[in-house]
């Protein structure tokens, strides 16, 4: 099995402090993420690194610039103490027949949404993706994304740490085998507590982050 998951989009770095998880990802990696946009009325905001090729990391936090959302911000990250990698979206050549495919073959990703936000110069990118019920976010099961005509986060010139592999360790490996099967995707599992980590090349050599 490779490394890095069959169709891979993103990673998602969630943390209650955007600006000290993205100082401290510069200071660990030698790279320093760049602004993504503020995803509006969510509360939160993001900052990207390429990982190669059409693969990112997204690191994901509350916005200060925002209002309170009414809800709770995306991913859980007002629960949060500190940062983690929480889940990964996949980005299938065709959204709406892989989520067919999925509940064929016994997962239910659940429906695609519209969503969207506003980059630094101003651009709105607009996708659709899964965010069913318990299916999202859950950890080393991936929801599924589509970018449709926006251009795509990697396509603005990201700076790049070469993603390296991203593995997790679950309670029960073979239930989640099986849902990544029907996602058409894969990761390296081990069993033990719930937990998703990836491993990224830089100047400073790899880096791993939980």
Known sequence: MSAVPPLLDHLVLATP??????????RRTGVTPVPGG??????????????GGRSYLEILGPDPEQPGPDGPRPFGVDGLTGPRTLTWAISPPDL?????????????????????????????????????????????????????????????????????????????????RGRLAALGTALALTAGPLAL??????????????
């Open 197 to 210: 980590s990836f491993t990224v090349d830089t100047p400073n050599g790899p880096v791993t982050f939980g």
């Open 96 to 176: 709406d027949a892989a989520i067919t495919t999925a509940r064929e073959r016994g997962y239910d990703p659940g429906p695609a949404h519209p969503m969207s936000r506003r980059t630094p110069d101003g651009t709105v990118l607009r996708w659709r993706l899964t965010d069913g019920g318990p299916a999202h976010p859950s950890g080393p099961v991936p929801f599924l994304i589509d970018w449709g005509e926006s251009r795509h986060p990697t396509a603005s010139g990201l700076p790049v740490t070469p993603l390296l592999a991203v593995s997790a360790t679950v309670p029960d490996p073979e239930e989640v």
């Open 38 to 51: 503020a995803h509006p009325g969510l509360g939160t905001r993001n900052h990207l690194v390429g990982l």
């Open 17 to 26: 402090d955007l600006a000290a998880t993205v100082a401290d990802f510069a």
